[in-house]
């Protein structure tokens, strides 16, 4: 993968990050992105510390939450071509997103059992560098922005966030919840509540926007 500047000391690493459970029960990249995960956090967390020397930790926090979203990984993975080369199960579209973010975490773990830490981290600042650059301020979580847009409203009432179900392993569940506002709701989904809410609360702002 020339676009991931990386070259893999043991392929069987990178093509068992690039296997989803649903293609193969038993060896998958479940425990790569584990790992993944951890890396790709403390990278970003290091970037941000470096790159915005005067932001308080709830700046910080947020861009944080933005740069390791589920569609910030997946817009990634896409740019990488890592979509064609994923083996996965059937699943439905919404899931898609998903299947391409845990894949990018795991090849972000590949990285650092294959290359050590070093490797990994290099990888990630390159590519995230720019997106980490690219907001001048640091972003409202969903969920604030979506309380701020609809106490502006006549009504003035708070968005109702409702929780639905839970999909997947029980090790590594997929959270749904609906959040309804000024007449329109929406769902969304994630790998805790919190993160199911502020994709539900992203998802309704869209809405509202139009």
Same mark, same amino acid.
């Given at each position: 993968?020339e676009k991931l ?9 990178l $093509?068992?990050?690039?296997t989803? =459970?649903g293609? %193969? ?5 479940e425990r790569? $992105?584990f790992?993944? #995960?951890?890396?790709?956090?403390l990278t !970003?967390? &290091?970037m941000l ?9 709830g %700046?910080? +926090? ?5 740069l390791? =979203? ?13 979509a064609?080369?994923?083996r ?7 899931r898609?997103?998903h299947?391409?973010? %845990?894949a990018m $975490? +795991?090849?972000?773990g590949?990285i650092?059992? #294959?290359g050590g830490? &070093?490797?990994?981290? *290099? !990888?990630?600042m &390159?590519l995230?560098? %720019?997106? *980490?650059?690219s907001a001048?301020t +640091? @972003?409202?979580d969903a969920?604030t922005?979506?309380? $701020?847009? !609809?106490?502006k409203? *006549?009504s003035?009432?708070? @968005? ?9 392993a029980?090790h590594? @569940?997929?959270?749904? !919840?609906?959040v309804s506002?000024?007449?329109?709701s929406?769902t969304?989904?994630g790998?805790?509540k919190k993160?199911?809410?502020?994709a539900?609360?992203?998802e309704?702002l869209k809405?509202?926007a139009i």
């Amino acid at each position: 993968m020339e676009k991931l500047n990386y070259k893999f000391n043991n392929t069987e690493l990178l $093509e068992l990050a690039l296997t989803q =459970s649903g293609a %193969d029960a038993t060896h998958n990249n479940e425990r790569l $992105e584990f790992i993944g #995960d951890r890396v790709l956090g403390l990278t !970003v967390a &290091e970037m941000l510390y470096t790159m915005f020397p005067t932001e308080p930790e709830g %700046d910080l +926090a947020r861009r944080h939450a933005v740069l390791v =979203s589920t569609e910030t990984l997946a817009s990634v993975a896409e740019n990488l071509g890592l979509a064609k080369r994923i083996r996965h199960g059937h699943m439905t579209g919404g899931r898609i997103r998903h299947v391409m973010a %845990d894949a990018m $975490e +795991a090849v972000f773990g590949a990285i650092f059992i #294959d290359g050590g830490f &070093e490797s990994a981290r *290099a !990888v990630i600042m &390159e590519l995230w560098r %720019d997106l *980490a650059l690219s907001a001048q301020t +640091a @972003p409202k979580d969903a969920k604030t922005a979506l309380q $701020e847009l !609809v106490q502006k409203s *006549a009504s003035g009432e708070l @968005p109702v966030y409702e929780y639905l179900s839970s999909t997947g392993a029980s090790h590594c @569940p997929i959270f749904n !919840v609906r959040v309804s506002a000024l007449g329109k709701s929406a769902t969304g989904t994630g790998t805790s509540k919190k993160m199911a809410s502020l994709a539900a609360a992203e998802e309704l702002l869209k809405i509202l926007a139009i």
